[in-house]
């Protein structure tokens, strides 16, 4: 019922930028947050950055200054700047949205992307 789908991956030279885009779609009642995780091989998923629907965002500290999260709240859409990449930030990149559907009451779940690799590399 719920959908989140990515894009914007792929390869990226070292010091270049990405900017990856997530749509949520669906039987969708509210969404109070959406993030984006990355997880590099064999490391385990990690936080990058996360936006509440009151605006407070939060930057891991390993990105920050060097990213931004950004969200359109009409558009169930959540983007992501990153610049100055190194090979470090190869990894899959996953959309995550905590929300709510028509069908369950106003609860609240978490809903995942299937993800988009990102790969820094020359």
């Known amino acids: 019922q719920v959908q989140l789908v990515e894009s914007g991956g792929g390869l990226v030279q070292p010091g270049g930028s990405l900017r990856l885009s997530c749509v949520a779609s669906?039987?969708?009642?509210?969404?109070?947050?959406m993030s984006w995780y990355r997880q590099a091989p064999g490391k385990e998923r990690e936080m990058v950055a996360n936006?509440?629907?009151?605006?407070?965002?939060t930057v891991a500290d390993s990105v920050k200054g060097r990213t931004t999260i950004s969200r359109d709240l009409a558009k169930n859409t959540v983007h992501l700047q990153m610049d100055t990449l190194s090979p470090e930030d190869t990894a899959i990149y996953y959309c995550?949205?905590?929300?709510?559907?028509?069908?369950?009451?106003?609860?609240?779940?978490?809903?995942w992307g299937q993800g988009t690799q990102v790969t820094v590399s020359s």
């Open positions: 995550h949205a905590l929300l709510s559907t028509h069908s369950n009451l106003g609860s609240f779940y978490d809903y």
């Open positions: 669906g039987n969708i009642k509210s969404i109070s947050l």
């Open positions: 936006a509440r629907s009151d605006n407070w965002i």
